[in-house]
């Protein structure tokens, strides 16, 4: 009888872990799908898969996404611990094979800001500064700036002040309501009142529409397509599905290219207190790997 391959079932298993931990983390095999760079039905067949394995569903298949079964907690949170801890030797392993002198530093930021501002940057970050390297960590998760596992500077959405870590705003959180060209071809929205009374609106987990509505005292009749996640919510909006209410430096490329369009007059914006950080144990010294790319990232900002 043929012997079975550990390694080539142990990488089965470790994928159909991955798809598992991401599709709980972001609620939809589609975002998870988006996440690991493969195909929604390639998420779908690993949970699959795995369920089989197991004799039970782990996920509850939901109209608009998944939602995970009480009974696998407890499996997730094992789950998460054992990625983090292969995550952290293959960081080690790196490490061991760096040419002397050589350093990767790790920014943790959420997909939305990575994909929407950092990413199109980096190739003008590497032409400024060729002898750095930087590792984008995106993720809603919030990683720790201090400790083994402590990455060297995260961008987070937030309020100040940020205990325990040295803070930079890098942009306001104005939030602009945007849409698809086509979109706004055939409304004649004019103000944030016309919105409220029947737009297809969509809305990610920051709800900013519930909270500009009511601060307008608003009571709206529209509807809300949710998502999980703002990159998405953008994403939904430029295929045409609504009006988006979204931070506005997520969108400026998008606008640039046409892609999306504000849906009322620039004077109709809602400013929150809130804004995107950049964040590090302590402040960097200027002349230092870290300080060089805080003070790139800066600049870009401006």
């Not at 195909?39 to 996920?59: D, H, P, S, W």
């Not at 809603?140 to 995260?154: E, Y």
Request: charged share 20%; glycine share 8%.
């Amino acid at each position: 009888m043929e012997k079975s391959n550990p390694a080539r079932s142990g990488h089965a298993l470790l994928g159909q872990l991955v798809a598992f931990e991401a599709t709980a983390r972001l609620g939809s095999f589609r975002a998870a799908a988006d996440e690991l760079h493969i195909t929604t039905g390639a998420v779908a067949q690993q949970i699959r898969v795995m369920e089989q394995k197991l004799g039970m569903e782990v996920f509850k298949r939901l109209p608009r996404g998944t939602r995970l079964h009480p009974e696998a907690e407890g499996f997730l949170t094992k789950v998460q611990l054992a990625l983090d801890l292969v995550n952290e030797a293959a960081r080690e392993l790196t490490a061991l094979r760096s040419p002397p002198g050589a350093r990767t530093l790790t920014l943790s930021t959420t997909g939305a800001f990575a994909s929407r501002w950092l990413i199109p940057k980096l190739a003008r970050l590497s032409e400024a500064e060729p002898g750095l390297s930087v590792m984008i960590d995106a993720s809603d998760a919030v990683r720790p700036l201090h400790g083994s596992d402590g990455v060297n500077m995260a961008i987070r959405w937030g309020t100040p002040p940020f205990t325990g870590c040295h803070a930079h705003l890098l942009h306001a959180g104005t939030a602009i309501a945007v849409c698809s060209p086509t979109v706004k071809k055939a409304h004649r929205w004019k103000t944030l009142s016309d919105l409220a009374q029947g737009a297809p609106l969509i809305s990610d987990s920051h709800d900013n529409w519930r909270r500009w509505f009511a601060a307008c005292k608003m009571q709206p009749t529209s509807t809300f397509q949710k998502f999980s996640q703002t990159s998405l919510a953008i994403e939904a909006a430029e295929r045409g599905l609504g009006v988006a209410l979204v931070p506005e430096i997520l969108v400026a490329g998008a606008l640039a290219t046409g892609g999306l369009v504000r849906a009322l007059s620039p004077r109709y914006c809602l400013e929150t207190e809130a804004g995107f950080y950049l964040l590090t144990a302590t402040e960097p010294d200027p002349e230092s790997e870290l300080g060089k790319v805080v003070n790139w990232l800066l600049q870009a900002a401006v």
